[in-house]
């Protein structure tokens, strides 16, 4: 098999991913003009060109454009034995996170910095490589004695949105996707860099925002204050029913779910083998005591319990406008993280009705649902892929994989298992410590980028071969 190298991936694709790099594709929910600024176009433009440029047999290169949603981008293969029809669909994103804060002296979102052999830039490992890995592990297995199968880059362009355009075109190019056996995601994470990790798991997500009101215009705080209710109180109270305000500890139990054993014993061996790993890598202030009992306790929080974070206040001045004003209302925008296997719909409705019944004060609430996610559990894996997942581990990282749940969502992952019962999925990405996918100083680590990229031209080198043996 012909492997890709350091050299042969900075030879052939860094060129373009710092290109890519530079271009603020963020995604639509960042950049409502998205259509008019064009950036998501011209990365999907960019990557494709680069893509009509490798050597592999009969691909078909194309940018899809449904109308008034995001582009996508697939490169179709056909396989060597052409009475295999069995479909493998390797996806990625191309949309970006927007900048979140202020980089690091010396680096910047969108003006991309090599130091060793790390790229920081935004968008680079969330989720530019992936298209990148998947067709040098497609042109990896050009002449490769074990054939090809048939496969489908799919690479779409309003992920970190949630997805909001996929569904449409996976109904669109469901002719063209066929009969899909395999998905390898390229987007997820890896809790080190020193094995391939396999996601075993994902949360779902409700984004809602609500807005208590209690008067029709501002006054003087001197003269409503201590008579009119604080918005900002009725909000507290309102918040302090979905969350415990001392633990942290959700208090709408439909929330909640069982946690499968054998993730409980996942979330041990990962504890007793790394110790704490979720909370190290928190860039906690001084002192601050972390949530949960041990390190294990933590992983399960991260990846199976539900957890609010409030994500945006409206109706508040920013400190240096603040008056002593009784405000009108105040907006939160919340996010549930939810169990994997917890029905986004239901939870939503669930805190819809906690927050709306028999509100205090009789102050006026609105609940606006902006997104919802649903999470993801993976599905038993068929022999040959575990043993072809173990192998490319131990040939590319030099040890076993890891087996762990993520934190976040891939809404792709839940909708392709619903439309494709009995699929087989590998999600994996390069997302590790210090990759800050949605922070500051987005890094790729492009040792782990090559390792990767020969991990997938493994599977589908693989995937051809698993006849007779399901
Ligand atoms: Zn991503």
């Not at 809790?191 to 996601?199: A, K, N």
């Not at 900002?232 to 929330?255: C, H, K, M, N, S």
């Given at each position: 098999m012909a492997l890709v190298t350091l050299q042969s991936f900075e030879?052939?694709?860094?060129?373009?991913?710092?290109?890519?790099?530079?271009?603020?594709?963020?995604?639509?929910?960042?950049?409502?003009?998205?259509?008019?600024?064009?950036?998501?176009?011209?990365?999907?433009?960019?990557?494709a060109s680069w893509a009509r440029?490798?050597?592999?047999?009969?691909?078909?290169?194309?940018?899809?454009?449904?109308?008034?949603?995001?582009?996508?981008?697939t490169v179709t293969v056909p396989a060597s034995d052409p009475s295999d029809e069995s479909t493998v669909v390797l996806y990625g994103h191309l949309d970006k996170q927007p900048p979140l804060g202020d980089w690091s002296a010396g680096l910047a979102p969108f003006e991309p910095v090599r130091r060793g052999d790390r790229i920081y830039a935004r968008g680079v490992a969330d989720d530019g490589y992936s298209a990148f890995s998947a067709l040098l592990a497609l042109e990896a297995l050009e002449g490769d004695g074990r054939g090809r199968p048939r496969c489908v880059v799919l690479i779409e362009a309003s992920e970190e949105s949630g997805s909001e355009d996929l569904d449409a075109y996976l109904d669109y190019l469901a002719p063209q996707l066929g009969d899909v056996a395999l998905l390898i995601c390229l987007d997820s994470g890896a809790?080190?860099?020193?094995?391939?990790?396999?996601?075993t798991s994902l949360r779902g997500l409700v984004n809602l925002e609500v807005t208590v009101r209690v008067l029709e215009r501002p006054l003087h705080s001197g003269s409503a204050s201590g008579v009119v209710p604080s918005s900002?109180?009725?909000?507290?109270?309102?918040?302090?029913?979905?969350?415990?305000?001392?633990?942290?500890?959700?208090?709408?139990?439909?929330?909640h779910s069982s946690i499968p054993e054998e993730f409980v014993r996942a979330a041990s061996d990962i504890a007793a083998e790394f110790g704490d790993v979720v909370g190290e890598e928190m860039p906690s202030v001084a002192g601050l005591r972390l949530m949960g009992v041990d390190a294990a306790d933590r992983i399960?929080?991260?990846?199976?319990?539900?957890?609010?974070?409030?994500?945006?206040?409206?109706?508040?001045?920013?400190p240096s406008d603040a008056g002593n004003v009784l405000r009108t209302h105040t907006t939160a925008v919340l996010s549930l993280r939810l169990p994997p296997n917890v029905d986004p719909a239901i939870a939503s409705a669930e805190l819809r009705a906690a927050l709306t019944s028999d509100v205090p004060d009789g102050a006026h609430v609105e609940v606006r649902e902006l997104n919802t996610a649903e999470g993801w559990v993976r599905p038993a894996t068929a022999p040959w892929l575990a043993r072809a997942i173990d192998d490319a581990s131990r040939?590319?990282?030099?040890?076993?994989?890891?087996?762990?749940?993520?934190?976040?969502?891939?809404?792709?992952?839940?909708?392709?298992?619903?439309?494709?019962?009995?699929?087989?999925f590998v999600a994996t990405g390069v997302l590790g410590p210090e990759s800050n996918a949605h922070g500051i100083d987005e890094m790729l680590d492009l040792p782990t980028a090559v390792a990767v990229t020969n991990v997938v031209t493994t599977l589908l080198g693989a995937f051809t071969q698993r006849r007779g043996d399901q």
């Open positions: 030879r052939d694709a860094l060129a373009t991913l710092l290109e890519y790099a530079r271009i603020p594709a963020l995604s639509p929910g960042f950049d409502s003009n998205w259509a008019a600024n064009g950036h998501l176009d011209h990365a999907a433009e960019l990557i440029e490798r050597r592999i047999t009969g691909a078909v290169v194309e940018i899809h454009r449904l109308e008034g949603r995001t582009p996508v981008l809790l080190t860099y020193d094995r391939l990790w396999v996601t900002f109180r009725v909000l507290r109270q309102l918040l302090d029913r979905l969350e415990d305000p001392l633990t942290g500890r959700i208090r709408v139990e439909a929330l399960l929080a991260q990846t199976w319990r539900p957890a609010l974070s409030t994500i945006g206040i409206g109706g508040v001045p920013a040939e590319f990282f030099g040890r076993e994989p890891g087996l762990t749940g993520e934190g976040g969502s891939i809404p792709f992952l839940a909708s392709l298992a619903r439309r494709y019962p009995g699929v087989q």
